[in-house]
């Protein structure tokens, strides 16, 4: 989905290209309206903008100077000018810029949709260019690698400092931090791909992903990508002009605090095309969870262990979608509260690993296939005083114990089994019913999981609903909704189209135009106060809409049923 922004100063202009691309079905947009330069670059600030369409004159602001606002908060935006026959030097101006083209105002509807189609396919094209790997393995490329990696991990468990690194070796490393200003910590879970690969692969795989990050974060930031679990990433971001900052690493100057506010918004409105091209270029599927806060180094580690406990919950999707989604300090003060507990027991799960990574990414038939594995080595144990055998069982226990633990499932879990039996093994005649119990459990964790999974999706497009019912008055974009739900906005698109069958553009403008049927049947109040009473700006564009849907126009909907 891509985000368009029209931009005119003349307020009928912009509501009727808006309907125009609302009425285009065969675009997935999300339409986003400015009736001055000013508030267009409002709305830079608060979204990722794609495309924007704009008039080439207006008062205030001109187009072009937009334009160079445009540029400088997202370099890949398209932009359209929509001009008028006297515009020379201003056309002459605009087409010696990437990524601009202009339409006279005389085109038709025809024109101007095809215009936007095709800055469409141009921001298509590019993904797909910056998406060519290469496969050149270098040496030093890898032994700079793991050298980095080392550092970047001893640093963040306390056990060097940056300041005390020689600077041409740091250099040399690629890493380009200052530890006395704090770094912003972006977490990834590889749901496929990168998984399944050798070293030499893997390796691969991270030196183009790290490439495909640095094209979509460095205009703002430095970065670098740490992969430090078979199926987990971070990626540690630093603004990369300094601006000056007390000397105490926690607290940032008023001009430095707008700059990592600009990085946040950059790299978040990113993180979508950065998922895409990984899949597209790695066939890497990748869910993203940004913390939106600058942590100190020395705070790293432990906001990196929230963020992977904070990520079982919002990457378990039924669906299986990759997920892009961001925690504020309320959210990590809350979730931390309340299983701090929880977090400190989950390093026992690591003696299990391959059992670990398919009980936590919800890779049910792997698990039970692996289960039956350990379950066969144990088939010709007879005595239950077997040490090996109990070892082997009290590991997979205390996996279950510390998954369970973290996850708050004993109290569910006892409607379903009883959980009496995990721990000690001697209440078992054999061995074989042992590993049944295991089996047992593990399918009544996965449904329980599989529920709660449903039940927050359910959870989630019942805030969805509640918001719109709530606000048909105002505004409506994709964007407003998801920040309300913090979920990134094409997640939200996806889950709401899925679970419910309707587009939610669609199921806005139905509640838009049940909440307007309301109102037409209590006969006080003149259309045009309907009209914006639901979010319908234009009474023109409302009877439009209200037509298209019902057959009538509101009056006489209003006359049918009074």
Not at 85 to 103: H, R, T, W
Not at 148 to 163: C, P, Q, S, T, Y
Request: charged fraction near 30%; charge should be negative.
């Amino acid at each position: 989905m891509h985000r368009l922004m029209i931009v005119d100063d003349e307020r009928h202009i912009v509501d009727w290209l808006y309907e125009l691309f609302m009425d285009t079905s065969d675009m997935e947009l999300d339409i986003v309206k400015a009736y001055s330069g000013k508030e267009a670059l409002q709305r830079l600030e608060e979204a990722k903008i794609d495309i924007v369409l704009s008039d080439i004159r207006m008062p205030g602001m001109s187009g072009l100077e937009l334009m160079g606002k445009i540029k400088d908060s997202w370099p890949g935006c398209k932009i359209v000018f929509l001009t008028g026959f006297n515009d020379f030097e201003y056309i002459y101006s605009a087409v010696k810029q990437n990524g601009v083209s202009y339409l006279l105002k005389t085109e038709d509807d025809d024109a101007i949709v095809d215009a936007v189609k095709q800055a469409i396919s141009a921001l298509e094209q590019e993904l797909g260019n910056r998406q060519l790997r290469s496969r050149v393995l270098e040496r030093e490329e890898l032994v700079t690698h793991l050298l980095r990696k080392e550092l970047l991990l001893d640093v963040i468990g306390g056990k060097v400092r940056l300041a005390d690194a020689d600077r041409g070796w740091l250099n040399k490393l690629a890493i380009p931090f200052d530890e006395n200003r704090p770094v912003l910590l972006l977490y990834g879970r590889v749901h496929s791909g990168i998984a399944s690969q050798d070293y030499s692969e893997r390796f691969l795989s991270l030196r183009v992903l790290s490439s495909l990050t640095g094209q979509y974060v460095s205009p703002f930031a430095s970065h670098a990508l740490i992969d430090s679990e078979k199926y987990d990433l971070l990626w540690l971001i630093q603004p990369v002009k300094r601006i000056e900052a007390d000397t105490d690493a926690d607290s940032i100057s008023e001009n430095d605090e707008q700059r990592w506010r600009k990085t946040v918004l950059f790299v978040k409105g990113n993180l979508e095309t950065l998922q895409a091209a990984s899949e597209e270029a790695l066939q890497m599927k990748i869910s993203f969870l940004m913390y939106d806060q600058p942590v100190s180094w020395s705070s790293v580690q432990e906001s990196w262990d929230l963020l992977k406990a904070m990520a079982d919950i919002r990457f378990d999707s039924p669906r299986g979608m990759p997920v892009v989604c961001s925690i504020d300090a309320e959210e990590v003060s809350t979730f931390n509260a309340a299983n701090k507990a929880s977090l400190d027991g989950s390093t026992y799960a690591r003696k299990t690993e391959a059992l670990q990574d398919c009980l936590e990414q919800g890779l049910r038939k792997e698990f039970f296939e692996k289960l039956d594995e350990v379950d066969k080595g144990l088939s010709a144990v007879s005595r239950m005083r077997d040490l090996s055998a109990a070892q082997v069982y009290g590991t997979i226990s205390l996996l279950f114990l510390t998954y369970i633990n973290k996850n708050r499932l004993a109290d569910k879990l006892s409607d379903r089994i009883a959980l009496s039996r995990l721990i000690p093994a001697h209440g078992f005649d054999s061995w074989r019913k042992s590993f049944d119990y295991l089996r047992e459990l593990g399918h009544a964790v996965f449904a329980l999981k599989e529920d709660e999974r449903t039940s927050r999706e359910d959870e989630l497009i019942e805030r969805i609903i509640t918001f719109v019912r709530s606000n048909l008055h105002g505004e409506l974009t994709l964007v407003r909704i998801s920040e309300k739900v913090n979920y990134n906005p094409s997640y939200v698109s996806r889950l709401f189209k899925q679970a419910t069958g309707t587009n939610l553009f669609d199921f806005i403008n139905k509640a838009r135009i049940a909440k307007a049927k309301e109102l037409l049947e209590d006969g006080t109040r003149p259309v045009q106060d309907i009209a914006r009473a639901v979010g319908f700006e234009s009474p023109q564009y409302f009877a439009t809409a209200f037509k298209k849907m019902t057959g009538k126009t509101p009056n006489e909907y209003r006359n049918q049923v009074i």
